[in-house]
């Protein structure tokens, strides 16, 4: 009597220590939950492989027993814990090791390595060698699962069928200088956003703002009708043998706004202010690959009035692209250094109207968070091209009120389209929708150092991030949302973005990360993998399949007010309920929103990039840890 007691004790203190070890961690391979990997697990693994035993996806026991962390157990399994438990083949005590994927990527430890790998690429002569260690970066960016692509951009705008000759690039930027209109009329009536967050070029960072500065300013280069690279304010250049110092030849009398000389050591002060830290300028990385940019002083002079000259550390397919950019447009230093605080605040002398620059208008009236007038500049170099004597901006994000003033005719131009009228345009096939491709990603972005991840190792969080990754209904968005053709996205690299080595860095859409149409055509098997990703990362789940009350999951979603965006945000919050994750949606204005980003207020936030130019450094130079535009805060 007292042995069987003392026997039943033991087993009771057993269970009691095998609950202990399965409670605190899931330790792989460990099918049984005993805390240790022997022979039994695998012999149960196998069983499950072929249904004598079953365990829910998603549970501990299924994360255990699938060793090889591919939501399926199977025969190998039970080879691969059997290896384990006789030491031939140690397995990981964190389950989430094997489930973060091949690609995984610490967005803490590992950034160092990001960080050299794009300088390493920059710096790279060979194409071929460098779109290689392109695919090995955005490898990293991808295995971090703090990026999600949802799909690849297309622009989309309302124009009047009096109005022509307006015209974008394959980077978002309107161009309004040789606009015209039908009606005889010379005030242009145009929508882009709400309030711009800056008018200095340098300092500027979103796609509305740039063509504010495309119309405003003008660069050595522009983009024509066709999307191409054209000479502005430069004739022409030569570059060196090695393919790494230019000399630009400006053309002859150019001019300020204010009617005084522009010169080439306008260009030469621009750009090195755009380039010193203290400017604080997002696209400062822009001139890494400038020589004398770690030192702190670029390479760029010049050698007189209409003559530029600048030297690269490794010859540049792009370099167009950049002189044709707002950041390398000129500024005149004595207009920036008027203002009494522009040291501590460098964008303080064009947030009036009445600012210098050299483009084909000029801001004469500010409403602040209403209105902008712009009118021709007639010291622009082209100005006898330009027909349109005024641009009259409405300042609003909201796309309805937008959309209502466009019908109402308070507008010629609106740069967005409310979701709720899209069907009936497209399905009447109105001439006044504009539809052209885009060169750019849609996604949403975690904060790698959000506090959801308190707690979780490294690799666990990413299991996280990449469990919400593959949930996501990403073809209900594009075609009910979107509706304007769309593509899903399985990549951070935008389909058609050129590998510099005379390809697509991306040919088809099955070279992505994951499959964009898997919980469309595969459901069950998806939301088990994202159940079995939330199981290695210590999460529990009751037997209707979702989350348990003991281990919830709370998302809180940033975005910005807009019909689109928030119907995104909606339609995100009901995909990540199947498993029981709740998600918050919380919208901000404009301004607010791209502040709270920036600084990392935030823990998961609708994000957006359009290239710059059309190669894959523009979007994975972005989130360097110094970057400006790292809203993700890597490797802080």
């Known amino acids: ?62 994360a255990a027993a699938d060793a090889d962390g591919n939501g399926v157990i199977e025969a190998a399994d039970a080879r691969t814990i059997l290896r384990a438990s006789v030491r031939l ?57 703090c990026v999600i692509p949802l799909y690849y951009y297309n622009d989309v705008w309302m124009q009047k069928d009096t109005v022509q000759g307006v015209y974008a690039n394959p980077f978002g930027t309107k161009f309004f200088m040789y606009a015209s209109k039908t009606d005889g009329d010379r005030t242009l009536r145009v929508n882009l956003a709400s309030e711009p967050d800056y008018l200095d070029p340098a300092l500027n960072s979103s796609v509305d703002g740039a063509s504010l500065a495309a119309n405003a300013f003008a660069g050595l280069y522009t983009y024509n009708a066709e999307g191409k690279t054209a000479p502005a304010c430069a004739e022409g250049y030569t570059v060196s043998e090695d393919g790494r110092t230019y000399t630009v030849r400006l053309k002859k009398g150019l001019k300020w706004s204010d009617g005084s000389n522009l010169t080439a050591s306008d260009f030469a002060y621009a750009w090195k202010r755009a380039a010193d830290p203290t400017t604080a300028a997002d696209y400062e990385y822009m001139f890494a690959g400038f020589a004398g940019y770690d030192e702190g ?94 641009i009259e901006y409405m ?122 149409y898997a919980i469309n055509e595969r459901p069950e098997q998806t939301v088990a993998r994202a159940r079995q990703l939330l199981a290695a990362a210590g999460y529990r789940f009751g037997t209707d399949g979702k989350l348990s009350p003991s281990t919830p999951l709370s998302i809180d979603y940033l975005t910005n007010e807009s019909s689109g965006h928030l119907a995104i945000a909606e339609s995100i919050r009901e995909d990540l309920a199947v498993l029981g994750i709740n998600m918050t949606v919380r919208w901000e204005e404009w301004n607010d929103f791209l502040a709270d980003r920036r600084e990392g207020n935030f823990t998961l936030a609708r994000e957006g990039w359009i290239a710059d130019f059309n190669d894959p450094i523009n979007m994975l130079e972005l989130f360097v840890t110094d970057s400006g535009n790292n809203d993700c805060q890597f490797g802080r």
């Open 395 to 516: 300042l609003s994000y909201d796309d309805a009120a937008v959309y209502e003033a466009y019908q109402a005719g308070m507008l010629d131009f609106a740069d967005s389209v409310p979701i709720d009228a899209l069907a009936e345009l497209l399905e009447t096939n109105n001439d006044e929708l504009h539809i052209v491709d885009e060169l750019g990603t849609y996604y949403i972005a975690f904060n790698a150092d959000s506090g959801l991840f308190d707690g979780k190792t490294p690799a666990q969080a990413a299991c996280m991030r990449k469990a919400v990754s593959l949930l996501i209904d990403r073809d209900y968005i594009c075609r009910n949302i979107g509706q304007t053709g769309q593509v899903p996205a399985g990549s951070f690299i935008p389909l058609a973005m050129a590998d510099g080595n005379g390809s697509y860095f991306h040919n088809r859409l099955s070279d992505g990360y994951y499959d964009p």
């Open 89 to 145: 083949e140690p397995l990981p005590e964190d389950p989430a090791e094997v489930n973060a994927g091949k690609t995984f990527a610490d967005p803490s430890g590992d950034w160092q390595k990001y960080d050299a790998l794009i300088g390493q690429i920059r710096a790279e002569t060979d194409a071929a060698e460098r779109a290689k260690l392109m695919h090995k970066a955005e490898d990293m960016l991808m295995g971090t699962g």
């Open 1 to 62: 009597m007292k042995k069987s007691i003392l026997l039943t004790i033991f087993a009771v203190v057993l269970c009691l220590f095998a609950l202990a070890v399965c409670a605190n961690a899931i330790v792989l391979g460990d099918v049984d939950g005993d805390g240790k990997r022997e022979s039994g697990d695998a012999r149960l693994a196998l069983r499950a492989s072929v249904s004598l035993e079953h365990y829910e996806p998603g549970s501990p026991e299924f």
């Open 297 to 390: 002083d670029i390479r760029v002079t010049a050698v007189d009035d209409t003559t530029l000259r600048f030297t690269l550390t490794a010859p540049c397919a792009y370099m167009e692209d950049l002189m044709a950019f707002p950041t390398f447009y000129p500024v005149k230093k004595a207009a920036v250094e008027a203002a009494s605080n522009w040291r501590k605040d460098p964008g303080a002398w064009c947030r009036e109207a009445g600012f210098v620059s050299n483009g084909a208008f000029l801001c004469t009236g500010w409403n602040h968070d209403v209105s902008m007038t712009y009118v021709k500049n007639p010291y622009f170099y082209d100005a006898d091209k330009v027909k349109i004597d005024k």
